[in-house]
């Protein structure tokens, strides 16, 4: 992505963008909130700006890509800045014992912040394979199947108390419920995934046991998207996280057609450059 005349950024220096745009004006902005903003759209969702070759977008959402980081790697900043967000939301401290429900690639970048920001032990859930592989590659503590009782398994690794924290980010029918059962008393569940059906809660069992639900949406750009470019500059991050680039006319075949049959194991990037048919670069 270019730019004109944004402060601070030269023509033609490469920079990433957030997504969202806030007005700055509003009482949520005022707070630093501006993923809550009053007026917030997204690029590509609530207006243009999505699968184009240009977009204009507006100066206070772009940062500089640090030396040495690719376009591609780039654009990982921006989910990464929404998993930054999400790890900060869990309130997760160092020495904790967690469990992330979802290693797709909601939780792949909720897992990779979480490792970045925090000394914890982590607990990966997802069905056997490719994303659980991926997963220990990115430092979870250990990974289980989410075919067997996974309930069990994080009760017997905590001694019977529970996580202190659990992130529910598979968005699967029945795992917010069971996040539940997997926390601690008073510990805390950070709700990521967006389920098709409303979760059957217990709030008798949730107030007894003073359970603090939290929930997390998009990422505040000023907070979380240089420091997203930083770690993806930093190492091999964007190479693990990335699945692979195609060209906008292959976006249902080998995208949307891959996401709906779940053989998607990382992030798929769009290049309307590329020449159909060729793959990633």
């Given at each position: 992505?270019?730019t ?42 609530n207006?243009?700006?999505?699968l184009?070759?240009f ?5 206070r ?10 376009a ?5 900043a ?20 967690v469990?992330?429900?979802g ?17 914890a ?11 659980l ?23 017997e ?5 529970g996580a ?10 029945g ?12 510990g805390r569940v ?24 939290a ?16 770690i993806l ?6 190479d ?42």
């Amino acid at each position: 992505m270019e730019t004109r005349s944004a402060p601070g950024i030269g023509v033609g220096q490469l920079v990433a963008a957030g997504a969202g745009v806030w007005c700055g004006a509003c009482d949520r902005c005022g707070q630093g909130r501006t993923n809550l903003c009053r007026r917030y759209y997204t690029l590509g969702l609530n207006a243009h700006g999505g699968l184009a070759e240009f977009v204009a977008a507006p100066a206070r959402m772009l940062r500089p890509v640090p030396e040495g980081l690719s376009a591609d790697g780039a654009a990982m900043a921006q989910p990464l800045a929404v998993g930054l967000h999400a790890a900060r939301q869990a309130g997760v401290r160092d020495g904790d014992r967690v469990v992330l429900i979802g290693a797709g690639a909601i939780g792949t970048f909720v897992l990779a912040a979480l490792t970045h920001l925090h000394a914890a032990e982590v607990t990966v859930i997802d069905v056997p394979g490719p994303k659980l592989a991926r997963a220990a590659e990115l430092g979870a503590t250990r990974t289980l199947s989410a075919l067997d009782d996974p309930g069990e398994a994080v009760l017997e690794a905590t001694h019977g108390l529970g996580a202190d924290v659990v992130i529910e980010a598979s968005g699967a029918a029945g795992q917010f419920e069971k996040a539940l059962d997997m926390v601690t008393a008073g510990g805390r569940v950070l709700a990521v995934g967006l389920p098709k059906e409303r979760p059957r809660v217990d709030l008798v069992a949730l107030t007894l046991r003073e359970i603090t639900v939290a929930s997390t949406v998009a990422h505040v750009c000023d907070r979380d998207l240089t420091p997203a470019l930083e770690i993806l500059a930093a190492g091999p991050l964007g190479d693990l996280l990335l699945d692979s680039v195609i060209a906008l006319e292959d976006l249902v075949a080998s995208g949307l057609a891959r996401l709906a049959d779940g053989t998607v194991t990382g992030k798929v990037l769009v290049d309307p450059a590329l020449r159909p048919g060729t793959g990633i670069r």
